[in-house]
């Protein structure tokens, strides 16, 4: 069974409820929100399942977040 269909919709985490404290340290921003999201490539957003997947000449993980936390 993939990873995806290992997580129903009702477990994802709601991007919208995820809340970062702006005054902390970029790596612990990055942390905190990993935490809280718990899979940052499948979460929702609403009533939207948002599954992430980067090509090779895309933008990294990283620059992702950092335009979220922003």
Known sequence: MSQLTQTTTDELVDIREVAVDKDLPKEERIAA???????????????????????????TLEECLQGILR
Request: aromatic share 18%; proline share 4%; with cysteine.
């Open 33 to 59: 929100f990993l935490h809280q999201i718990k899979n940052p490539y499948r979460f929702r957003c609403g009533d939207f399942v948002v599954n992430a997947a980067f090509s090779s000449n895309g933008v």
